[in-house]
């Protein structure tokens, strides 16, 4: 228990996959323009995370480690398609219709494939979907924390909701791609100081 | 020979189980994609023209570069003789960042102007060109008058469409096929005839509600009474020399004549 406890600490925060691994930049730029994009995106990575890293740890010893990589694209593409034709037939129609683009760049996001080739093809099912689950919720965490910043300075909204009406104070380039960068340093700035205090903290406690 | 053999064989099972899943929820999902695609478009129909009883038929066209589908759109308030209210034209036009597909209604008859558009699929840059899929985009077509319409980044005039900040070429693109769209309209309806400011228009409604009697023979020459049949109403101010006494001070009422 302890350990998957430690597998989703360490997805959401000691090796957040957008904050400390720095993987998955190309969904970061794309959708990170409003917190509502930020976390639909992130939740169905972490839902095709979960499926084929739970599919690729089944037949990880079926597989020859040649094609391991080639096996996990076909796998991987097959669950994105899959998930977008039920989004597009059962879910509700705005739903569908703001994860719409998204959908299609799960498949070359590099997160998914970093998860699949480094955890899941070592181990057992349990622990491989519990890994996914982490680093899908802490990819979700590093989009919204990019998402509702951007959204604010660049819209003067959060989740659609107006804050500042007034045009002239929305900064343009936040909702653009070099907006995605400024604040990806910024936050990363942030979490890096907040851990550097805490070890310092800890090395002054064992002294 | 076995190192090339198994991992090949590997891979084409997987391959073939996945293409096999794939299809199998493919075929499972068909119908009911298909049925939410035409359930929006036509609930962004039925937006257009307002929710009133209305029924839409596509008719034949052969797809030009913007419009792929043409619908007429019919009354149903007298339902053993459906009147012709409009068209609904479909069209899809390049954008920024891929197509955009969308809908565009006409009125005809009395209440000749833009209804409305609707974006039905587009793929433009989220927060900027995507933005065209808000009210504050797609509700400043409508009510407008059908006449070619030009994008401004200033305020706009009434035939004028203000672009999405940022996002020119999106909103260049929708405007470009709606001109397409009043082409169309112009070849099938014939062009309206432009009103003048010092001519005095009243829709055919109002009018006749205002004359004595319900009737506007006893006051116009048959030319003018087949022009209001067709087109917004428009009479000179002659014709309305002709008007009775009664008619105008129903109108000064009203606030519509000084």
Redesign the interface.
């Known amino acids: 228990m302890k350990h998957y406890i430690q597998l989703l600490k360490d997805g959401i925060y000691n090796k957040n996959p957008v904050l400390v691994q720095v993987l998955a930049l190309c969904p970061l730029l794309?959708?990170t323009?409003?917190a509502t994009?930020a976390i639909t995106m992130g939740l169905s990575t972490t839902a095709v995370m979960i499926c084929a890293s739970s599919a690729i740890s089944l037949?990880r010893k079926?597989?020859?480690s040649?094609?391991r990589i080639?096996?996990s694209v076909?796998?991987v593409?097959?669950f994105v398609?899959?998930l977008q034709?039920?989004l597009?037939?059962?879910a509700p129609?705005n739903v569908?219709?703001a994860l719409?683009?998204y959908i299609p760049l799960i498949t070359v996001n590099c997160i998914v494939f970093a998860r699949v080739e480094a955890f899941a093809s070592k181990n057992k099912i349990l622990p491989s979907m519990v890994d996914a689950l982490g680093m899908g919720l802490g990819f979700t965490l590093g989009l919204f924390i990019v998402g509702v910043i951007r959204?604010f300075l660049?819209?003067g909204s959060i989740f659609g909701y107006e804050l500042i009406r007034e045009?002239s104070v929305h900064v343009?380039i936040m909702?653009?791609p070099p907006g995605a960068f400024f604040t990806l340093g910024v936050v990363i700035m942030v979490r890096n100081y907040m851990q550097a205090k805490s070890l310092e903290s800890k090395k002054g406690g064992n002294k | 020979m076995n190192?090339i053999i198994?991992?090949a064989a590997?891979?084409f099972i997987?391959?073939a189980i996945?293409?096999a899943?794939?299809s199998f929820?493919?075929n499972k999902?068909y119908e009911?994609?298909e049925k939410?695609k035409n359930?929006?478009q036509e609930k962004a129909m039925r937006e257009i023209f307002m929710y009133g009883t209305y029924t839409f038929k596509e008719v034949p066209f052969s797809p030009t570069k913007s419009i792929n589908a043409v619908y007429e759109v019919y009354s149903l308030v007298s339902d053993f003789n459906p009147k012709k209210a409009g068209y609904i034209l479909k069209l899809s036009t390049e954008g920024y960042s891929g197509p955009i597909e969308f809908i565009i209604g006409f009125g005809i008859g009395n209440s000749k102007e833009i209804k409305g558009i609707r974006i039905l699929?587009q793929?433009e840059?989220?927060?900027?060109g995507a933005l065209s899929v808000k009210y504050d985009f797609y509700g400043q077509f409508s009510g407008k008058r059908i006449s070619p319409l030009k994008v401004t980044k200033s305020s706009p005039n009434s035939d004028e469409i203000q672009a999405i900040?940022?996002a020119t070429i999106t909103s260049r693109a929708i405007t470009n096929a709606v001109n397409e769209a009043i082409e169309w309209y112009f070849s099938v309806e014939g062009q309206p005839k432009v009103i003048e400011d010092d001519e005095w228009w009243y829709s055919e409604d109002k009018v006749y509600n205002l004359v004595p009697g319900g009737s506007l023979k006893n006051y116009l020459t048959p030319e003018e009474l087949e022009e209001i049949d067709f087109h917004p109403f428009v009479l000179t101010e002659e014709a309305w020399g002709r008007l009775t006494e009664e008619a105008l001070e129903n109108l000064k009422l009203q606030g519509s004549v000084e």
Do not use: F
């Open positions: 794309a959708v323009t409003s994009n037949i079926l597989m020859p040649e094609i080639a096996t076909v796998v593409a097959g398609t899959i034709l039920l597009e037939a059962y129609q569908s219709e719409g683009i959204e660049g819209s045009q343009l909702i653009m | 190192y198994k991992p590997s891979l997987a391959a996945t293409v899943a794939l929820v493919y999902t009911s994609i939410q359930k929006a699929r793929s840059t989220p927060g900027l900040t940022s």
